[in-house]
């Protein structure tokens, strides 16, 4: 078999990515992935979207997402369920009301409608919040959520329309080299011939970095996500709601919620089962915050990866010392939001084009270069 490009991984970044190359008249495009599409961290996300950050990168590539899921049914035929209800910041501190301000200000000088909000406004939104201790919200209308699972497809199978070959339950064994010079993919349905490689394998990726002497410092991390019962009158425009010191967060998920949280005891790891030791953290979080949700019967949950950077930032571009293996990786839970504009980016440096945004501060060398970009919006 042969490709122009062999793209590793297919969840959103992997499908967008290899459907913007194929729409920009790149052939011989293959996109491999070890499962299923969508079967990774991508099928575990809250699903939310939004550009609502404190780095001026991420603010434009959430912002640029935003315009491509809003046309993505007209663009791709799949309904992706795109719910525009905004993102709801609740903040009970004054450190943490200062910057959100100064995000904020950044955010509306790129075009973004977020803005500060009274913690009464904050609550006729999200009527399930309690607004003791609450100094202030920060809200943007347009960002929301959708479902990942009808985006990879909906990629995938415009991708696939356009000439792509999507090989699934096949793994990446090794990538060969000439010198510096990628000749080929190894895999379980054997040699791919192809002189570029685009890593978008998630939270595998350092392991494919590692093929080719390229460190991509990605290291997996377990989030849980919880299902309630039926909440009876719950809003239909629902922000997804967010409290930024605790990282409880919750939206609409059907007739109920959806509900998750970070936990700082969990360690770097590919296990994917789900546990109870977080929830006297989550009780106390609903609690504190939320305590109408305590009210609620779990009925499902699950489990997932995030990719995580020691920046808490992405990794997108090319290795400088072999031609050519790109990367895009290591989003630290806003992978899934980014995935659009993530293969837009790609495509451009692919071809030698200059990207709509700079991403050249995310590259994999900056850590070593010490030289990395925090990111303080990372729920």
């Not at 696939?160 to 096949?170: E, K, N, P, Q, Y």
């Not at 080929?184 to 890593?199: E, W």
């Amino acid at each position: 078999m042969q490709a122009s490009v062999v793209v590793i991984g297919g969840g959103v970044i992997g499908t967008s990515i290899a459907f913007h190359l194929a729409a920009a008249g790149v052939r011989d495009v293959v996109l491999v992935e070890r499962g299923e599409l969508a079967s990774g961290s991508t099928s575990k996300a809250a699903g939310g979207v939004r550009a609502q950050f404190s780095d001026e990168l991420n603010v434009l590539l959430g912002a640029r997402s935003l315009q491509s899921f809003d046309r993505f049914e007209q663009d791709t035929g799949y309904d992706i369920g795109l719910h525009r209800v905004g993102y709801l910041f609740l903040l009970s501190t004054p450190e943490d009301v200062a910057s959100f301000e100064a995000s904020v200000r950044m955010q509306n000088a790129l075009g973004v409608r977020s803005r500060m909000l009274t913690p009464k406004e904050a609550r006729k939104l999200s009527p399930l919040i309690s607004t003791d201790g609450l100094l202030a919200a920060a809200y943007s209308p347009d960002d929301g959520h959708c479902t990942p699972e009808a985006v990879v497809h909906g990629y995938a199978a415009a991708a696939r329309a356009l000439g792509v070959r999507v090989l699934r339950r096949t793994e990446v064994t090794g990538v060969e080299r000439h010198g510096d010079t990628v000749t080929a993919v190894a895999t379980t349905l054997g040699p791919i011939a192809t002189s570029t490689v685009v890593c978008a394998a998630g939270p595998w990726s350092r392991a494919v970095g590692a093929m080719v002497g390229v460190d991509l410092p990605v290291q997996p991390l377990r989030r849980q996500i919880a299902v309630t019962e039926a909440v009876r009158g719950l809003p239909p425009n629902l922000p997804m709601t967010i409290d930024f010191s605790s990282s409880l967060y919750f939206h609409g998920e059907g007739p109920g919620l959806l509900v998750g949280m970070s936990d700082p005891d969990e360690r770097p790891g590919f296990g994917t089962d789900t546990h109870d030791r977080w929830i006297p953290r989550l009780t106390a979080a609903m609690q504190r915050r939320a305590p109408a949700l305590l009210d609620l019967r779990r009925t499902g949950g699950w489990a997932g990866l995030y990719e995580v950077t020691p920046d808490h930032n992405a990794l997108i571009g090319e290795a400088p010392a072999v031609s050519r293996f790109l990367y895009a990786t290591g989003f630290s839970g806003h992978g899934f939001l980014q995935g659009p504009a993530v293969g837009e980016v790609v495509r451009d440096l692919y071809l030698g084009r200059v990207p709509f945004v700079d991403v050249s501060p995310l590259n994999a060398g900056r850590f070593a270069a010490d030289a990395p970009r925090p990111e303080a919006n990372r729920v």
